[in-house]
C-alpha cells in the first residue's frame, strides 16, 4: 500500500512539473508585425527594399496602409512574391473610407486577395457629424462584412484619439462596437486610447473576441513626447495589456506603429521589437 502511494505521488509531482509546459506548448503563437506608416518615407522612396530590410529585423507581418489602393495588379503580385520568398506575410490593409464605396470596394477586395491579407481595416471615416453619423459608419462596415464573407474575408476599424472622446455623451468607438457584428474586428491602437483617457484593458475585456490586432504604439504625457517615446518607455502598461488581448481579445497578431523618435525610422522600428520581446516573453 505504502508503495503504490509512493508510486502515486510521484506521478502525480511529476504530471505537476510537466503541465506548465503542456499549457505553453498548447497556447496559440502570437505574430508580431510592423504597421509600415512607421517607416513611410522610406516606403515612399524603395518600397520592396523597405519591406526586406523589417523582414531581416525579424518582423513576421506587415500592414501596408492607404497609397496601396493606387497599385497594379502586376506590382500587387511581385510584391506577393517577395512576401513569400522573406517568409512574411501582410494580413491586412489600412483603407480610408473611400475603399468601402460601392465602386472602389471590389478593387480593395482584389488586391487584398492578390497580397494575401485577411482584413479591410477602415483606419479614416471622413468627416462624421453626431451619433448618428458614427451609426452610419457602422452600418457601413456591416455592408462591407457581408460583400467580403464570401471571399474570405473580414472588415474592422481602427481607432484613433477622437473615437474614445465623448459626442454627445457617447464615444464614437462605442458606437461602433454596439452596432456592428462581431466579425467586424475592433482593430486597436492602444497609444490614442491611452491619450484620449480611458483604461485600454477594460475596452479590451468590453469587446472579447474582436481585438484581433493591435497597434502596439506608446504615449507619454510628458511635453515634447507624446507618441514620439520609443515602444515601451510611456505610460501603456503593456504586460496587462498582453495579458488581456491573449486571453480575452481574442488576439492573431501584434503590429508595432511609431510616429516618430529621436533615432532614425528604421532604427527606431529594430529597437521597439527588441523592447517587444523582453516584454512579451518576460
Not at 44 to 68: C, H, I, N, S
Not at 225 to 234: A, I, M, P, R, S
Request: charged letters at 25%; hydrophobic letters at 40%; one cysteine or more.
Amino acid at each position: 500500500m505504502m508503495a503504490r502511494q509512493s508510486v502515486s505521488r510521484r506521478s502525480l509531482l511529476a504530471l505537476a512539473a510537466i503541465a506548465p509546459l503542456a499549457s505553453t506548448a498548447q497556447r496559440k503563437r502570437i505574430l508580431v508585425g510592423l504597421e509600415l506608416y512607421s517607416v513611410r518615407e522610406e516606403l515612399k522612396q524603395d518600397l520592396m527594399g523597405t519591406v526586406r530590410a523589417v523582414a531581416k529585423m525579424g518582423y513576421e507581418v506587415v500592414e501596408f496602409y492607404a497609397p496601396y489602393f493606387r497599385w497594379t495588379d502586376a506590382y500587387a503580385k511581385d510584391l506577393r512574391k517577395l512576401l513569400d520568398d522573406l517568409g512574411i506575410r501582410c494580413l491586412s490593409t489600412h483603407n480610408d473610407s473611400q475603399s468601402f464605396t460601392p465602386e472602389n470596394l471590389p478593387r480593395a477586395i482584389e488586391l487584398n486577395q492578390l497580397i494575401g491579407s485577411k482584413f479591410i481595416v477602415m483606419a479614416s471615416a471622413g468627416r462624421v457629424q453626431g451619433l448618428d453619423g458614427w451609426k452610419g459608419v457602422a452600418e457601413r462596415l456591416n455592408e462591407a462584412a457581408e460583400k467580403l464573407k464570401p471571399q474570405g474575408l473580414r472588415t474592422g476599424y481602427h481607432n484613433h484619439a477622437a473615437e474614445f472622446r465623448p459626442v454627445d455623451g457617447r464615444r464614437p468607438i462605442e458606437i461602433i462596437a454596439e452596432n456592428t457584428g462581431k466579425e467586424v474586428v475592433l482593430q486597436f491602437d492602444v497609444g490614442t486610447c491611452i491619450e484620449a483617457g480611458p483604461d485600454p484593458v477594460a475596452w479590451i475585456d468590453k469587446n472579447p473576441g474582436r481585438i484581433v490586432s493591435m497597434h502596439c504604439k506608446d504615449w507619454s504625457p510628458e511635453p515634447g513626447k507624446g507618441y514620439k517615446v520609443l515602444f515601451g518607455e510611456g505610460v501603456a502598461l503593456w504586460k496587462k495589456i498582453f495579458e488581456a488581448a491573449e486571453t480575452t481579445g481574442g488576439i492573431e497578431y501584434y503590429l508595432i506603429e511609431q510616429e516618430g523618435s529621436d533615432y532614425p525610422p528604421l532604427e527606431t522600428v529594430e529597437r521597439c521589437l527588441g523592447t517587444f520581446r523582453k516584454l512579451h516573453t518576460s
